[in-house]
């Protein structure tokens, strides 16, 4: 008759989806909202991709499935993960799982202890601090800066540290600032994992997305492995989201204690959608940069838009599927300006406060609409930022 306060935990929420929430009531009463609130893809899962998926439950694939995936996918990912860490992996350093937020939960349900504290850099991805929580954890947000392009600082994580700190969890590319961090910034982070003992959960669903050059996981920093649990997905790099697979790569005792997790949660992957996502993997890095080439083709579009005018900042992204504005000069908060715009222009952005205290006075803009339409989009927001 009473909830869990865990789950009490998780359903308390905050108004940062009001936004969202409002923009689906205007659509659905008709209003041509331009909504550029989530990161879903504005494309579909290939075609070749649902072939195989139709085929594998065609055949018969539709039974039990191998617990964290099978063999054969495992090992694919693990070479393919060897291949751009250059970090010796097996099929014992994989688990996939279905998403890569499960794959966070996951880590979390393998690396922290009730009660033990979880860093993250604010502006967050919205469900670190429930996915913390859910984990019996403490989610401990620890403020980036919009002066260093919301890059972590190495110093504020360290002071952040207490002697209940037990891992630290990041992510880049950057959902929402579209950060990429920097080797320093990498290297900086696994000094204060090695000083303080910390795991580090790399969220790294965004690795496609990277516009500063190869993407470095923290996997790859000399002597990391034995303590970064890296989250992996095909929800952004293959326009994947719905089919709900990802992975966990991370030491064998990990990746046996995941096995172990998903024997009392998800029984695994369905097979259809574990084949698909084995065919989707051969499709080679030429049609992953296809799937990514939009989100950086309208990243440029709308930087050479916003160049030049005083009333909104933009904070260039390295990598993912999004863009930060800085609307401070409009003396509105992130929250007002947003719902301001959606009610009086139709055009919806999520509110940087959705992200953090630290993100207070910016806007993310998702990328995921047709150029023309999110042009159409931007010049109504400098408009209205304008006014
Ligand atoms: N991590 C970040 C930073 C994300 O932006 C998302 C989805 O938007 C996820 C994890 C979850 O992705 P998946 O669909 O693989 O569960």
């Known amino acids: 008759t009473r909830l869990s306060t865990r789950i009490q935990t998780l359903t308390a929420g905050g108004n940062g989806w009001a936004v969202y929430y409002r923009a689906r009531e205007m659509k659905a009463a008709g209003v041509p909202v331009l909504d550029l609130t989530i990161g879903e893809h504005d494309r579909r899962t290939d075609p070749a991709i649902l072939e195989v998926m139709d085929a594998s439950a065609r055949g018969g694939n539709t039974g039990y499935a191998h617990l964290t995936g099978s063999p054969a996918l495992r090992d694919t990912i693990a070479a393919r993960v060897a291949a751009r860490t250059g970090v010796p992996t097996t099929r014992d350093n994989v688990a996939v799982v279905p998403g890569g937020q499960f794959a966070l939960f996951a880590a979390l349900m393998a690396g922290i202890d009730p009660g033990d504290d979880v860093l993250f850099p604010d502006p967050y991805y919205t469900s670190y601090p429930g996915t913390v929580r859910s984990a019996g954890g403490r989610p401990v ?3 980036a800066r919009p002066e260093d ?8 994580l360290l002071v952040a540290c207490t002697g209940a700190a037990r891992a630290l969890l990041i992510n880049s590319p950057n959902n929402p600032t579209g950060a990429v961090y920097s080797d320093a910034v990498l290297e900086g982070i696994a000094r204060v994992a090695r000083d303080r003992d910390l795991w580090v959960v790399s969220d790294e669903v965004y690795d496609t997305q990277c516009w500063t050059g190869p993407h470095r996981s923290l ?8 303590r970064v649990l890296v989250a992996g997905s095909m929800s952004k790099s293959h326009a994947m989201t719905g089919s709900r697979i990802g992975w966990l790569i991370g030491p ?3 990746i046996a204690g995941v096995s172990a997790l998903a024997n009392t949660t998800t029984y695994g992957p369905p097979g259809y959608i574990q084949d698909a996502t084995l065919h989707a993997l051969t499709l080679g890095e030429g049609f992953e940069a296809g799937v990514a080439a939009p989100f950086r083709r309208r990243r440029d579009l709308c930087l050479a838009r916003i160049a030049g005018q005083q009333a909104v900042g933009v904070i260039p992204s390295g990598g993912a599927m999004y863009l930060m504005l800085d609307v401070r000069a409009t003396g509105l908060s992130g929250v007002n300006f947003a719902l301001q715009l959606l009610e009086t222009k139709h055009v919806a952005v999520m509110p940087g406060e959705s992200f953090g205290a630290a993100a207070a006075g910016h806007v993310r803009l998702a990328l995921t609409l047709p150029d023309d339409d999110l042009l159409a989009a931007l010049d109504t927001l400098l408009t209205f930022a304008q006014e």
């Open 252 to 254: 064998e005792a990990v």
């Open 149 to 156: 392009g919301f890059q972590p600082r190495a110093a504020d």
């Open 141 to 143: 947000p620890v403020p």
């Open 219 to 226: 996997r790859s920093v000399p002597g990391m492995a034995e």
